[in-house]
């Protein structure tokens, strides 16, 4: 009888500890929900910040924002590294008659917020003609700051 009691009390006891950590485990998870959140609007507000340099800097604003291993694909080749994006990109902001804008429709961080994606819809101009798309950026965080790595635009057909 008296092991009975024994096993009951422990067993009881740890239905206590087992219970208690449940809310620890919630209140973990909904800290790591919150911080998520938190940088998913930073790295949103980051692609918005892109725009608007683009829009106040041109090329300038445009190469500010990317990482200087950036590259992105054309007609199925790669560019990368700044310099070889400025010179690439030069020839595309030097028309006065070129507008792109885009804006952000989800973002999503790595759990250890290095690595993060942005996407959504684009709109480029030049002259009467309109381009409308979707495009993906892939960001990496540097020194506090969310830099460009990857940038692909996917025109609507």
Same mark, same amino acid.
């Given at each position: !009888?008296?092991?009975?009691?024994? #096993?009951?009390?422990? #067993?009881?006891?740890?239905? %206590? %500890?087992?219970?208690?950590?449940?809310?620890? +485990?919630? +209140?973990? !998870?909904?800290?790591?929900? /919150?911080?998520? +959140?938190?940088?998913?609007?930073?790295?949103?507000?980051?692609?918005?910040? #892109?725009?608007?340099?683009?829009? &106040?800097?041109?090329?300038?604003?445009? !190469?500010?924002?990317?990482?200087d291993?950036?590259?992105?694909?054309?007609?199925?080749? &790669?560019? &990368?590294?700044?310099?070889?994006?400025?010179?690439?990109?030069?020839?595309?902001? /030097?028309?006065?008659?070129?507008?792109?804008?885009?804006?952000?429709?989800?973002?999503?961080?790595s759990?250890?917020?290095?690595?993060?994606?942005?996407?959504?819809?684009?709109?480029a101009?030049?002259?009467?003609?309109?381009?409308?798309? !979707?495009?993906?950026?892939?960001?990496?965080?540097?020194?506090?700051?969310?830099? %460009? %790595?990857?940038?692909?635009?996917? +025109?609507?057909?």
């Amino acid at each position: !009888m008296r092991r009975t009691l024994i #096993f009951l009390a422990i #067993f009881a006891l740890g239905l %206590v %500890v087992l219970a208690a950590k449940k809310p620890a +485990a919630s +209140a973990a !998870m909904a800290s790591s929900a /919150a911080s998520s +959140a938190t940088m998913e609007k930073e790295l949103k507000d980051a692609d918005r910040e #892109f725009a608007r340099q683009l829009a &106040t800097r041109g090329l300038d604003g445009w !190469m500010g924002s990317f990482a200087d291993d950036a590259s992105t694909i054309h007609e199925g080749k &790669t560019v &990368t590294g700044k310099p070889a994006l400025h010179a690439y990109y030069a020839s595309i902001f /030097a028309d006065k008659n070129f507008s792109l804008t885009w804006s952000p429709t989800r973002a999503e961080v790595s759990k250890d917020g290095t690595l993060g994606y942005t996407y959504g819809d684009y709109e480029a101009k030049e002259g009467a003609d309109i381009s409308r798309g !979707m495009y993906v950026t892939a960001w990496r965080r540097e020194r506090g700051r969310w830099k %460009v %790595v990857l940038d692909l635009g996917s +025109a609507a057909h």
